[in-house]
């Protein structure tokens, strides 16, 4: 049971008798409403209100009247809204978060008074107005744009969050009848989400159906081979992937449990090589539970972003280390890509690319010239000329070339470090040929690399915040492409110049640098990497924390 405040229950008993129902509720939501500010925030039922500046103002547009309830009882739209709420979960949300045990309770005591128009049912026809305007308004605000703030949680996103107005999409919601719609009206729009949420709904299935007990430790299983443990691991599989591998004799490695294993691999970010040992062993025992937190945290990442990605971009994907070109939710072009170090992360945010340089200056970052290269000047009188790397006074136009020798290095630190490191094209500049720009607050941008070798690596944390590609030729000759005049062949000759150009696109392109550690991928198959910035436990804290962040 829920408690009205005494404050309530007297000036209802006070004032309010010789008026109709709906005259009475009014009156009723209006003594609430201008009597907010004598407490800290607006409860009702018992709960504490969120939605504390448009709430108020709802009903003070309106005059104070109703939005659920009529002179009929509880309206259509109030029960629609309550059945939503109650998929929540679906969402990776709680439907706690959005009263929903209290706004049944409180249906359910006004249905069995229908007929009273005494001053209870007054009351709690008002406490319910207030939790139902607050539930839609606070589901609608975590749909749109995520229940976590993001930037307090992760200070490295600035990918754009969604706003609306979300009083005129209750009102038309009313207006119109039609609640369920507007609020779906407000997920992300990309096919993506939907799938990934499809994947959620399949795991939390499981985590009430099936027990899970963990996979005894043993030697590697490899295909041929018979193990016991395989008839497990094949019921793990199917739980996983949603595929199953018929066999007559389940503890036997066959071809198609060998496929099956590699797909699984390959999804989990574990090196592919169709044998089943330690760290294979121990994907397989990770806990559906920890698998279903891990989609949440990716949903609400999803919520942080605009609705509609367009119909073309790019997506720089931090855990998965790769990038790949969209158009139309289909993957047109993919590539490896290496990312910040844990030191010098790789931030998320979105931007558009709107030229690329070829032959590309390196004009080194101070922090980088300070900690990564003076210690090597210092020592070597010649590393600056060896390294192709010119000293100037200052950043800008006007910068002066200064002579190297004639600075003592061994003087110079972090605090004193007055100069400009540029260093010139060529086949050691770690920006390699191309650069791809997209203004940012960062000065991170997509560029070539040297170190081709270091794309081989599964785990690729190895820049100082840019991102490395490993085919930036392909990249190149697929942005230029609206200008038919730029052909791979005259993109490779532009290179063999060395000479430094800027090429200004005839049609910039999205680009959103995400933190994905769960996702659907381009076959529609589920695929799981690697916290490896550690930012996942921070937004599931916060998802589960009931305040709204």
């Not at 800290?40 to 504490?48: C, D, L």
């Not at 309550?82 to 709680?94: D, F, M, P, Q, R």
């Not at 307090?152 to 600035?158: A, G, N, Y």
Request: charged share 25%; aromatic share 12%.
């Amino acid at each position: 049971m829920y408690c009205m405040s005494f404050f309530t229950v007297v000036f209802l008993s006070c004032n309010l008798f010789g008026q109709t129902k709906e005259d009475r509720l009014r009156e009723a939501l209006r003594i609430i409403i201008e009597n907010r500010n004598r407490a800290e925030y607006i409860t009702a039922g018992g709960e504490k209100l969120h939605s504390s500046v448009l709430l108020p103002r709802f009903y003070i547009h309106r005059t104070f009247k109703p939005a659920w309830i009529d002179k009929s009882g509880i309206t259509r739209n109030a029960r629609v809204l309550y059945n939503t709420i109650s998929l929540a979960y679906k969402e990776g949300l709680e439907p706690n978060d959005y009263h929903f045990p209290i706004i049944g309770t409180i249906i359910n005591e006004i249905d069995s008074e229908t007929k009273s128009a005494g001053i209870e049912v007054i009351a709690k026809s008002a406490q319910l107005e207030l939790l139902l305007t607050d539930a839609f308004l606070i589901y609608c605000s975590h749909l749109l744009s995520g229940k976590v703030n993001p930037i307090i949680v992760d200070p490295e996103w600035r990918a754009d969050r969604e706003s609306l107005d979300l009083l005129n999409v209750l009102q038309n919601a009313l207006n119109n009848n039609t609640i369920e719609e507007s609020i779906n009206g407000l997920l992300p729009r990309n096919n993506s989400y939907h799938l990934l949420k499809k994947t959620l709904n399949r795991f939390q299935t499981y985590i009430q159906e099936v027990p899970f007990n963990p996979i005894p430790e043993g030697p590697v299983i490899r295909s041929g081979g018979r193990d016991p443990r395989l008839k497990e691991i094949r019921r793990r599989l199917e739980i996983f992937l949603g595929s199953a591998s018929p066999n007559k004799d389940p503890e036997y490695y066959d071809n198609n449990l060998r496929s099956l294993v590699s797909q699984f691999q390959f999804q989990f970010g574990i090196d592919v090589d169709g044998s089943i040992g330690p760290q294979t062993l121990a994907a397989l025992n990770t806990p559906v539970e920890n698998l279903v937190q891990k989609i949440k945290v990716n949903l609400e990442r999803w919520r942080w972003l605009p609705q509609d990605l367009g119909n073309k971009y790019l997506i720089v994907n931090i855990p998965d280390f790769w990038l790949k070109v969209i158009e139309n939710e289909k993957v047109v072009h993919s590539m490896p890509a290496i990312i910040g170090t844990l030191y010098r992360r790789t931030p998320v945010f979105n931007s558009k690319i709107r030229y690329l340089v070829f032959n590309p200056y390196w004009f080194i970052p101070k922090n980088i010239a300070v900690e990564d290269y003076l210690p090597h000047i210092r020592k070597n009188s010649d590393y600056l000329k060896d390294n192709h790397i010119r000293v100037f006074n200052t950043w800008g136009a006007d910068a002066k070339e200064l002579d190297s020798k004639t600075i003592d290095w061994s003087s110079v630190n972090s605090d004193n470090f007055n100069f400009a490191l540029r260093k010139d094209p060529g086949g050691n500049n770690p920006l390699g040929n191309i650069k791809f720009m997209f203004p940012n607050q960062f000065n991170v941008y997509l560029h070539d690399t040297p170190d081709k070798g270091l794309f081989k690596n599964a785990d690729r944390l190895y820049s100082s915040g840019c991102i490395r590609i490993q085919y930036p030729l392909l990249l190149a000759n697929y942005l230029l492409s609206p200008d038919t005049s730029w052909t791979m062949e005259r993109i490779v000759s532009e290179i063999k110049t060395g000479i430094e150009r800027t090429v200004t696109l005839a049609e910039p392109v999205d680009i959103y640098i995400l933190y994905w550690t769960v996702w659907i991928d381009e076959n529609g198959n589920i695929n799981f990497r690697k916290d490896i910035y550690e930012r996942d436990k921070k937004v599931l804290i916060a998802l589960n924390t009931r305040d709204v962040q």
